[in-house]
């Protein structure tokens, strides 16, 4: 089932000869289950195209839908609403609030959403449990957590709830490569489950863990690979 | 690779015959380096030639277990000591092709580049979820992680080599003297996809 499509999307900033092209007649579709890996140099359009997939900015041309809902239908009351409910981010740089403790973080968008505090803590306990913290982290902040925990409370708060679409943007930043591959880890897991994930990134290794990989250059799609097959296939005939 | 230092490594566990070293050093290595039974017993011949290995007494089966001897164990423990020299390795393929195409008419070298990134980024996804397997043993995760951080080299090299390619105004090459008059070669890359 189709989660995220981009409908012949172009997004220009600017105008006349002052225009710039970040994205230009991106066509991408994401099914339930799949992880898309995007890839191009740096200013090639990856997170406009994040961005305008999530929601958070607005074609100049083109239509992006989510779960069949085409976002530029919607109220902006609507749109903050099904960005909400359906769509997780995650973010390089975490974005936690510094002042709310781990588990009140992970709780927000539940609570932004209008659901009673004890059920969203109830909640969020499970989305920390889930990305594989203890349940001592929960009552901490963000400044008395190490970046590692940080970041899986940014995911454990992408994933909380009934969210079917998750964009994550560089998401193992500056992490070491072993946490880097723990957060990859338990991204692909969510998409395992049925979720459909956009990962930006600028490392293959990262990129390994996706389904297909676009790849962008000057905000144009170039290339794109399809699902793989059996993994069986690699190691035939190797010497 | 080297089968005699794999072979002397596995005899280090204990004595054992050829049969039984293949299927270890497979096991380690997760199959990815097949190797031949008849290339294991060489090894042993010449192993035992250098007095490195000793032949035991055949068992029930009529099969021969090998022995490490001292002189084995000290030439073993002088490869691990060493690194590997980046000379020792083969020449690299790719990097030849890429400076060919950068210097070959008519070679649309963006294209070449993707084309390859495409097909390591396959590999390296291949690789990725082999490794993914939680059953894996560690000896293959760490062959596998071996593969998969140079491939991810690889990339990094590619994108880099695009950069630079992109910012270079590339001469046009010069034919070589007794050939200017030559027809020029038609190349499949300058086909469009």
């Given amino acids: ?44 359009g990856k997170s406009t195209l994040l961005n305008l997939a999530g929601g958070l900015d607005a074609p100049t041309a083109g239509e992006v839908y989510v779960e069949g809902t085409a976002l530029s239908t919607l109220s902006k009351k609507k749109l903050a609403s099904l960005r909400r409910r359906h769509v997780g981010y995650v973010f390089q740089d975490y974005n936690l609030v510094p002042s709310l403790t781990a588990a009140e973080n992970a709780a927000l ?25 203890e349940p001592k982290i929960a009552d901490r902040f963000p400044d008395e957590i190490s970046g590692g925990q940080a970041q899986r409370v940014a995911i454990a708060r992408a994933l909380i709830g009934e969210r079917r679409l998750v964009l ?72 | 690779m080297s089968v005699k230092h794999s072979l002397l490594a596995l005899l280090e566990r204990g004595p054992a015959y050829g049969y039984q070293l293949r299927a270890a050093f ?12 008849g290339q294991v017993y060489t090894t042993l011949s010449r192993l035992e030639r250098d007095e490195m290995v000793e032949a035991l007494p055949e068992n029930e089966s009529g099969q021969r277990p090998y022995r490490i001897t001292e002189a084995g164990r000290r030439h073993l423990a002088g490869w ?39 097909a390591t980024l ?46 270079a105004e590339l001469p046009a090459p010069s034919p070589f003297g007794h050939y200017e008059d030559s027809v020029e070669p038609s190349l499949p890359v300058e086909e469009k996809r």
């Fill in chain 1, 109 to 133: 968008p539940l609570e932004l959403d209008g659901t009673g505090v004890s059920k969203a803590r109830r909640a969020a306990l499970a989305a920390l449990e889930e990305v594989g913290l």
């Fill in chain 1, 1 to 44: 089932m189709t989660v995220l499509e981009l409908r012949d999307v172009s997004r220009v900033h600017g105008e006349g000869e002052n225009a710039v092209h970040a994205l230009a007649d991106a066509d991408l579709t994401i099914a339930s289950g799949e992880l898309v890996a995007i890839m191009g140099p740096s200013g090639s």
């Fill in chain 1, 168 to 239: 994550a943007d560089e998401p193992t930043g500056a992490l070491d490569s072993t946490t880097g591959e723990e957060v990859l880890k338990l991204l692909r897991r969510r998409c395992d489950e049925g979720a459909a994930g956009l990962l930006v990134t600028h490392d293959a290794r990262h990129a390994g863990w996706a389904d297909r990989v676009v790849f962008l250059r000057d905000g144009r799609i170039v290339d794109s690979s399809s699902p793989l097959a059996e993994p069986e296939s690699l190691l035939e005939g190797a010497e």
């Fill in chain 2, 122 to 167: 396959r590999t390296l996804q291949e690789y990725t979820r082999l490794k993914a397997d939680e059953e894996a043993d560690l000896a293959w995760k760490l062959v596998l992680e071996s593969m998969i951080f140079k491939a991810e080299a690889e990339v990094r090299w590619l994108d880099h080599t695009e950069a630079v390619v992109a910012r």
């Fill in chain 2, 80 to 118: 691990f000591a060493s690194p590997i020299r980046a000379a020792d390795r083969p020449r690299d393929e790719l990097t030849i092709k890429l400076a060919l195409a950068v210097t070959t008419p008519g070679v649309d070298v963006a294209d070449v580049i993707q084309r390859q990134r495409a």
């Fill in chain 2, 26 to 37: 497979e096991s380690a290595t997760g199959s990815t380096w097949p190797l031949n039974i």
